[in-house]
């Protein structure tokens, strides 16, 4: 056996980060760090081969050098005696070496502490402003996104289908006046083009604001989606509505639009042969899901999304979120999809609370900075 650590392992105690001193079974400094001596204010010959409590109010390492192979490791409080006479508040995390009866402490500098302390809470302040004024400009553009899609939908309706209309009458008069068979098949073609670009109109004007929701309410307008969803698709539709009373116009538009994208989805992505739509009142709010018997989203992908192109799941749950409710998304290879949110009663876009991704979250920071080490100094002799 040797006399003590091999070299090796003393360059690599004495280079290391932390401020580290080994003391042996009669509590004699035997091995110092660089940065130990920079906070004890002392060279190593100031410092090996003295007692430890030369250097730490009382000696904390009295009960693993009595008890060799003891717990560890262990915290512990004491003070710094600087050379020039004042005692300095430090905390202390101290493991056993082993059967030698050594014990390696690890000192933390108070002023590093309070120093990373500091810079954590401002960072986390930085955060949380930023993710302030990330949700506010969410909220902006939903806001702003509703506006412009009633505005265009209004438009439509006013403007675009109107013209449209006058021109088919025209090509009606127009075809009372012609005898040509040529004339009367492109006259013909040019009506079909017309009446798929008003048909066209028309469904654009139900993706923008579907005149059931306002007029019928919430289910009768995912009615007239999932009507739409088995004529586009082939798909089987179901729809469970429990909802009573009927939301207001503002949350029934909010929740519409997950349901909306939600389905979108499903004609997209899914290949189902069925597709169920559950809404219920839950806990002072309303809950929704969508549920398919779809190919699913195996685990590598779930793991990517939002993928390039593929945000409709993020603007889901941004919405939710957004409106102080909640979003979940379950899939499974071969096993289907099941959507399901929740949001409060009385939830909209005009008059969102705060997400709750920072009501009543913090991070909470220890004062005294103690944590068990990840490295183990156990000397390697």
């Excluded at 492109?186 to 008003?198: F, K, M, T, Y």
């Amino acid at each position: 056996m040797t006399d003590g650590p091999s070299r090796a392992y003393r360059m690599s105690f004495r280079a290391a980060p932390q401020a580290l001193l080994a003391v042996d079974a009669t509590g004699v400094v035997r091995l110092a760090s660089v940065e130990a001596e920079r906070l004890l204010r002392r060279r190593g010959p100031e410092l090996v081969g003295r007692p430890l409590d030369d250097m730490l109010t009382g000696d904390p390492t009295v009960p693993l050098r009595t008890r060799p192979g003891g717990p560890g490791p262990v915290l512990a409080t004491s003070a710094l005696r600087l050379p020039d006479g004042r005692q300095v508040p430090v905390d202390i995390r101290m493991r056993s070496a082993g059967e030698h009866g050594w014990v390696v402490l690890t000192v933390d500098d108070p002023g590093e502490t309070v120093r990373s302390r500091a810079a954590l809470e401002n960072r986390v302040q930085r955060l949380a402003e930023a993710e302030q004024e990330q949700e506010s400009l969410l909220g902006d553009l939903i806001r702003a996104q509703e506006r412009e899609r009633a505005r265009i939908a209004a438009g439509v309706h006013d403007d675009s289908l109107q013209v449209i209309a006058a021109a088919m009458l025209r090509l009606q008069q127009l075809r009372r006046r012609l005898r040509d068979p040529d004339s009367l098949e492109v006259l013909a073609r040019l009506e079909e083009s017309i009446a798929l670009a008003a048909d066209r109109l028309r469904r654009l004007m139900f993706d923008l604001r579907p005149p059931a929701l306002e007029r019928s309410g919430l289910a009768a307008a995912v009615r007239d989606s999932l009507a739409r969803l088995r004529d586009d698709v082939g798909i089987e539709v179901r729809l469970d509505d429990r909802l009573s009373p009927e939301p207001p116009l503002p949350t029934r538009l909010l929740l519409y639009r997950i349901i909306q994208e939600a389905l979108v989805n499903v004609a997209k992505h899914a290949a189902a042969g069925v597709v169920e739509v559950s809404l219920a009142n839950r806990e002072s709010g309303y809950l929704v899901r969508i549920a398919d018997d779809g190919t699913g989203t195996p685990a590598d992908r779930r793991a990517r999304i939002p993928e390039p192109g593929h945000l409709g799941l993020v603007l889901m749950r941004e919405r939710a979120e957004f409106a102080g409710g909640w979003f979940h998304f379950e899939s499974a290879r071969d096993s289907g999809t099941t959507v399901t949110f929740w949001i409060p009663h009385g939830a909209d876009v005009e008059t969102a609370p705060r997400p709750p991704a920072l009501r009543g979250v913090g991070l909470r920071v220890r004062k005294t900075g103690r944590h068990v080490p990840a490295d183990d100094w156990t000397p390697q002799w």
